[in-house]
């Protein structure tokens, strides 16, 4: 029998494994909107109020310019079922909060809130945090003021703007990101 040439094996889609990157822009003469573009496809987003910043601060409003990696997803169990990714999981309770005070040793980190700990708290009334895509902005090395809690997550109806993160639809999140998106994923923002 003469090869074909063909391999008989089971082949791989692209859609079977990690994007190797995904780019943020601006909108044109609209700072707090974008795009979030991957494989060629265009999703809205809202940014910060402050649109895309090269040196971004902790209350600006900016979102940060820069490339950076996922590291986990967090997510809402009471909400909705665990969601098929390529990145950790770690679900989301009523104590998790995210620490933004640049005093704190706990600063741009995941807390647990107590009666002494306050923070950014992540179970919202609002749905926007029922996905939450941990990227490593501001991670190695931690820098007091340089920003904190910048997330992937969802956005508002209107798509208002974000106090520095990149927030899209749950169709969006769910059809892209959460079944595409992988550690080594770049996302590249500006």
Same mark, same amino acid.
């Given at each position: 029998?003469?090869? &074909? ?16 990157? =995904? ?13 979030? =573009? ?13 649109? #895309? ?17 996922? #590291? ?7 909400? @909705? ?5 390529? +990145? ?17 040793? @706990?600063?741009?980190?995941? =807390? ?5 700990? &306050? ?7 609002? @749905? +926007?945090?029922?996905?939450? =895509? ?13 920003? &904190?809690?910048?997330?992937? @997550? ?16 749950? &169709?969006?999140?769910?059809? +892209? ?9 770049? #996302?590249?923002?500006?």
């Amino acid at each position: 029998m003469q090869n &074909s040439g063909f391999s008989t094996s089971c082949t791989t889609h692209s859609r079977d494994r990690p994007l190797a990157a =995904i780019h943020v822009r601006a909108a044109a003469g609209r700072p707090e909107r974008g795009w979030l =573009i991957a494989e060629g496809r265009a999703f809205p987003v809202a940014l910060g109020r402050g649109g #895309i910043r090269a040196n971004k601060r902790e209350g600006d409003g900016g979102t940060p310019r820069g490339i950076f990696r996922p #590291i986990r997803l967090w997510w809402r169990p009471d909400r @909705h079922p665990r969601p098929r990714t390529f +990145l950790p999981v770690r679900p989301i309770t009523p104590t998790d909060a995210w620490c933004e005070d640049p005093a704190d040793r @706990h600063y741009n980190r995941p =807390i647990r809130l107590t009666r002494d700990a &306050s923070g950014d708290r992540l179970t919202r009334d609002d @749905h +926007l945090y029922d996905f939450i =895509i941990e990227i490593d902005h501001n991670t190695r090395p931690r820098i007091a003021g340089r920003g &904190s809690a910048v997330f992937l @997550h969802l956005a508002r109806d209107n798509f208002g703007p974000t106090a520095g993160c990149v927030a899209m639809t749950r &169709s969006a999140m769910l059809r +892209l990101l959460l079944r595409r998106i992988g550690p080594r994923t770049k #996302i590249v923002i500006g």
